[in-house]
C-alpha cells in the first residue's frame, strides 16, 4: 500500500524566507506525487506533480519541488514566503496501478506566514 | 473552462436522514472522484468513477454510495447518517486515469 509521511503539523516562517514543507512517501511502484494546497473553506488547488519526468518540479506561485528516489522524499519549497502563501498544504502520492485514480494524502501542514 | 462544480455547498442533517451531494467534472473529464476530509481522519477516498463504472471503493461503510451518469456527473449518498458523516466532502475530476485530478470546493456536511 502506498503511504505519505508529512513531518511538521504547523511550519512557520518569516515573511521573505525560505519554505520548506517536508513529504517522504512509500509506494512498492514508481509513485505519481502531487502537492496541494487548501484555503480556509475551499477545495484544494494543484500546485505541482511529479509523474516520472523530470525530478525538478516546478509549480504554481514560485513553489517547486525535488523528487528523491534514494530519500523516498518530496519536499515543496518555495525562495521567499508571502503573506498570501498561509494555508494549508497536503502532499498526495496517487495509486495509478490497475487504471485506478486514488489518490492517497498525508495530514497536511499547516504553513503560517509572519511579518 | 468553468471548473468543478459542487451542490449544495453547505447542508445540514439530522440523524438517520440521508443526503445526496452532486458533482459536475470539468467539461470532458471523465473520471471522479470522491473524498472525505475531517479534522480527525484527514482526506480519505471515498470512491473513484469512470465512464459510469466504479472502478476503486475506498473503506467506508456500505451506507456511502455513489453513482456517475453518462454525461460525467456523478452523485454520492449517504444513508442512515451518523455524526460522525460530518464532514468536507470533495469531488475531484480528470481527464483520464492517473491525471493530475482538480477538486470542486466542496459540500459541507453538518448531521445534528
Known amino acids: 500500500a502506498q503511504s505519505v509521511t508529512q513531518l511538521g503539523s504547523h511550519v512557520s516562517v518569516s515573511e521573505g524566507a525560505l519554505v520548506l514543507l517536508r513529504c517522504n512517501y512509500s509506494s512498492s511502484v514508481p509513485p505519481y506525487l502531487f502537492w496541494y494546497v487548501q484555503y480556509p473553506n475551499q477545495g484544494l488547488q494543484l500546485l505541482l506533480k511529479y509523474t516520472s519526468a523530470a525530478t525538478l518540479v516546478k509549480g504554481i506561485n514560485g513553489f517547486e519541488a525535488e523528487f528523491k528516489k534514494s530519500e523516498t522524499s518530496f519536499h515543496l519549497t518555495k525562495p521567499s514566503a508571502h503573506m498570501s502563501d498561509a494555508a494549508e498544504y497536503f502532499c498526495?502520492?496517487?495509486?495509478?496501478?490497475?487504471?485506478?485514480?486514488?489518490?492517497?494524502f498525508g495530514t497536511g501542514t499547516q504553513l503560517k506566514v509572519e511579518l | 473552462k468553468a471548473g468543478v462544480t459542487q451542490t449544495p455547498r453547505y447542508l445540514i442533517k439530522t440523524r438517520g436522514q440521508q443526503v445526496t451531494l452532486s458533482c459536475s467534472p470539468i467539461?470532458?473529464?471523465?473520471?471522479v472522484s470522491w473524498y472525505q476530509q475531517t479534522p480527525g481522519q484527514g482526506l480519505q477516498f471515498l470512491f473513484e468513477?469512470?465512464?459510469?463504472?466504479?472502478?476503486n471503493k475506498g473503506n467506508f461503510p456500505g451506507r456511502f454510495s455513489g453513482r456517475q451518469f453518462s454525461n460525467s456527473r456523478s452523485e454520492m449518498n449517504v444513508s442512515t447518517l451518523e455524526l460522525g458523516d460530518s464532514a468536507l466532502y470533495l469531488c475531484?475530476?480528470?481527464?483520464?486515469?492517473?491525471?493530475?485530478?482538480?477538486f470542486g470546493p466542496g459540500t459541507r456536511l453538518t448531521v445534528l
Open positions: 467539461s470532458g473529464h471523465r473520471s
Open positions: 468513477y469512470f465512464s459510469e463504472t466504479q472502478r
Open positions: 475531484a475530476s480528470s481527464l483520464v486515469i492517473a491525471e493530475e485530478q482538480f
Open positions: 498526495a502520492v496517487s495509486d495509478h496501478t490497475g487504471g485506478g485514480n486514488k489518490l492517497t
